[in-house]
């Protein structure tokens, strides 16, 4: 069964839409269970009904019913009780005394019943639990597809009315509130589509090719100099990243490759293309995954371009809601200046390049938005909420109005914090709570100065190493550290030593494990690899000649030991940089509390650093044995979870214990209802972005230590998420403070 599963799947991948893959399905069942008949309906939950979608018989038994209601019959049974169900004595047609022997498994995705596969022989028939098992494991690989095609509109789907009470649920990656037009964006070229074709004259196929790459080389550069002057400079290496593939010796060499072989240029594309995208699907690190888009993307703006299409001019809303099935960075590059105000993709995360630049552009945005029929939304009027990851398509007035409101509720409230900048962040009873900033490259110093920020809590040196088509060098590092740490000074700035593994690899240093997060990553990579750490802890020394301001932070620790060979090294460093006549002191050196053996050593690892800091991020991920990244259970990732929430007090309980400061610096510092309960732990510190500083230190300024304590020790007693996160908010509102939660200030 094994290869007939695999042969099934192979011609799905080759079908061109649904109802061809479904009767693909339906004749490999039937043949391969030898019965008279296969079936496979799909819910229509509008008609509250299964909709007969293929068949495939032998005529010995009558074509059956075109649709049944969800809860008649053997098909009812089988949705009802979410599990399969065999059944041997059905009549096949009234007044037709003939038995039939049924099996049927349920299509499911998510707990939700998608539809049946049913098989029915006319004779007599037990079917065994190795055939049940086959079809269990087809339901479930048909299951995506299903899903897919329902939610592009492709076929029926549920309705999402009133809007009063639903929306278009996605991912949140960039928070706050737009109201604007759909503007549908389609990929420009389709590689599926293109079939093989025999070619005599390679020179000809491969100058056409040659064209064509230069015309895309040319399309991203055009790209990447429009949005230069309005871009943050760690941004932009989006673009010289595609510039990158498209320089790609191996790629171009593949494609001449099959060229010469006698395959047309588009074919070869094609080949190629698709080639790579499967390499980059299959690996586990989810950066790379990501980066098998950009592939497909670079892929059809060749083809593109190969195709000598003219490229249509498109017109874009004054307040443009771009939308897609896979949206690419070039897409939301292509929106003229001022136009764009929300992005809303059916796939990618919030590590996708169109995120990224999202983040950067500070629009809100949504990500595998669920239930998005693209089809169905041209230029029609939506809400987008990206606090929450909600889109409402066509709003009620009474949606509408409030929303407005809402917006400019938004609005009035970013110039009210304005206010607080140059105020000290510190709670009403006296408790001071520090406030810091985390920082990729320079050009967040000047976005952390509109907030007056007290400092950088932490600084991710990995973001300069993926930026590069290598390792930087010590020369580069070091002016790099420098514009950090003088932009700052005399304030501190905290350096995070190489981080990279997990959901951040290098380009140019690609590592393939089964389990990327348990894996080679953080400490672990650099005492590894010695020469690498030492040259940048050197660059960090050298850069902060004369300024004084540098705190140097080790990540992903699980052991003392990995502090001492550390620590022993960066002696080293010091020594030489001291020999070199820099005018340095040795730095605050502190370790990240990310994984829980690490929290449970702090009392020895606090005889060899100066200070903790909290990655709440990964530390929730390994508390909770989630992958925050992964759609399929990223709903069960809730840093509010009561074992974090007890995690984190035991770490701070015993770092106070040992006289030694702890702050927090991961995303957990950005959710306001956290912040509330961070502030009644008892953290020294909290380290977040630039645009979410002025809120957190409104809360801090509005809610007193003593009360946030009080409600800390009575929520530590709680057993459940969603009612510490209600406890909050209701505090939260009594304060004033509700528009920190949701949009609106009320």
């Not at 086959?134 to 549920?158: K, P, S």
């Not at 939301?332 to 990224?356: D, E, F, K, M, W």
Request: charge should be negative; include cysteine; aromatic fraction near 6%.
């Amino acid at each position: 069964m094994l290869a007939v599963l695999r042969q099934i799947a192979q011609e799905i991948d080759l079908a061109g839409d649904l109802p061809s893959a479904l009767r693909i399905v339906a004749r490999c069942v039937r043949v391969a269970m030898q019965v008279h008949l296969c079936r496979i309906y799909l819910v229509d939950h509008k008609r509250q009904q299964y909709v007969l979608m293929a068949f495939d018989n032998n005529d010995s038994l009558p074509t059956p019913s075109q649709s049944v209601a969800l809860d008649e019959g053997l098909l009812g049974l089988v949705a009802e009780r979410v599990a399969p169900v065999a059944h041997l004595n059905l009549t096949a047609a009234e007044g037709d005394n003939k038995k039939l022997a049924f099996l049927g498994v349920p299509i499911v995705y998510h707990r939700q019943v998608l539809g049946v596969i049913a098989v029915e022989e006319a004779n007599h028939r037990i079917f065994s639990e190795d055939e049940e098992a086959f079809l269990v494991t087809l339901a479930a690989q048909l299951a995506g597809t299903v899903v897919h095609a329902r939610d592009m509109g492709f076929i029926f789907r549920a309705e999402v009315t009133p809007l009063e009470a639903t929306c278009l649920q996605g991912i949140p990656a960039v928070a706050g509130v737009v109201i604007g037009h759909a503007k549908v964006i389609y990929p420009p070229a389709d590689l599926d589509a293109i079939p093989d074709r025999h070619i005599t004259d390679v020179a000809a196929e491969t100058k056409r090719f040659n064209a064509a790459l230069d015309s895309a080389r040319l399309y991203i550069i055009q790209l990447q100099q429009r949005l230069e002057p309005t871009l943050p400079k760690e941004e932009q290496y989006l673009f010289s990243a595609y510039l990158q593939v498209l320089n790609s010796t191996e790629l171009k060499a593949d494609i001449c490759t099959e060229i010469a072989a006698g395959q047309w240029a588009e074919g070869a594309l094609r080949r190629v293309i698709k080639k790579h995208v499967l390499q980059f699907s299959g690996m586990t690190d989810h950066y790379l995954k990501e980066r098998a888009e950009d592939i497909l993307a670079l892929g059809q703006r060749v083809l593109y371009h190969l195709q000598e299409k003219t490229e249509e001019p498109i017109t874009y809303p004054q307040k443009t809601i771009l939308i897609g099935e896979k949206l690419t960075a070039a897409d939301l590059a292509n929106v003229p200046t001022g136009l764009l105000c929300g992005v809303v993709s059916y796939s990618g995360s919030g590590n996708s390049h169109v995120a990224i630049l999202a983040r950067a552009l500070n629009v809100p945005t949504i990500m595998s938005a669920a239930g998005l029929a693209v089809a169905e939304l041209e230029g029609k009027l939506m809400v987008l909420d990206g606090y929450h990851g909600c889109l409402y398509v066509e709003p009620s007035p009474k949606l509408l109005q409030k929303y407005t409101l809402w917006a400019e509720e938004e609005r009035q409230l970013d110039k009210k914090l304005q206010a607080l900048r140059h105020l000290p962040s510190e709670t009403s009873d006296g408790r001071q709570v520090t406030l810091l900033l985390n920082a990729s490259l320079e050009s967040d110093a000047a976005l952390a100065l509109t907030v007056a920020a007290s400092g950088v809590g932490l600084f991710r040196t990995e973001i300069s190493f993926m930026n590069k088509p290598q390792f930087p060098t010590e020369t580069e590092q070091r002016n790099l550290y420098n514009q950090i740490l003088r932009a700052f000074a005399p304030r501190p700035v905290t350096m995070r030593t190489l981080d990279i593994g997990g959901d951040k690899a290098l380009p140019y240093l690609p590592t393939r494990e089964d389990n990327p997060f348990l894996g080679w990553r953080g400490i672990r990579f650099t005492l590894d690899h010695p020469d690498i750490f030492l040259m940048q802890l050197r660059a960090m020394l050298s850069a902060s000649d004369g300024l004084h301001n540098l705190h140097i932070m080790l990540p992903m620790v699980t052991s003392v030991e990995e502090v001492d060979e550390a620590m022993q090294l960066l002696r080293r460093a010091y020594a030489e940089v001291n020999e070199q006549g820099f005018n340095i002191t040795m730095p605050k050196v502190g370790v990240m509390l990310e994984v829980p053996a690490a929290i449970y050593q702090i009392e020895a690892l606090a005889k060899r650093v100066d200070f903790f800091s909290v990655g709440s991020n990964d530390l929730a991920q390994y508390i909770l044995a989630v992958d925050r990244n992964n759609a399929r259970v990223c709903d069960r990732f809730d840093t509010l979870h009561p074992a974090v929430l007890r995690v984190l007090h035991d770490a701070v309980e015993k770092a106070h214990a040992c006289h030694k400061p702890i702050s927090l610096c991961g995303e957990m510092a950005s959710d306001a209802v956290a912040a509330v309960l961070l502030l009644g732990l008892g953290f020294d510190q909290l380290s977040m972005n630039a645009g979410i500083l002025l809120r957190i230190k409104w809360i801090i300024r509005t809610i007193p230590y003593e009360q946030a304590k009080e409600l800390v020790q009575h929520i530590l007693l709680f057993d459940d998420a969603a009612l510490i996160r209600r406890e909050v908010e209701k505090m939260l509102d009594d304060a004033g403070l509700g528009g920190l939660i949701r949009a609106g200030r009320k």
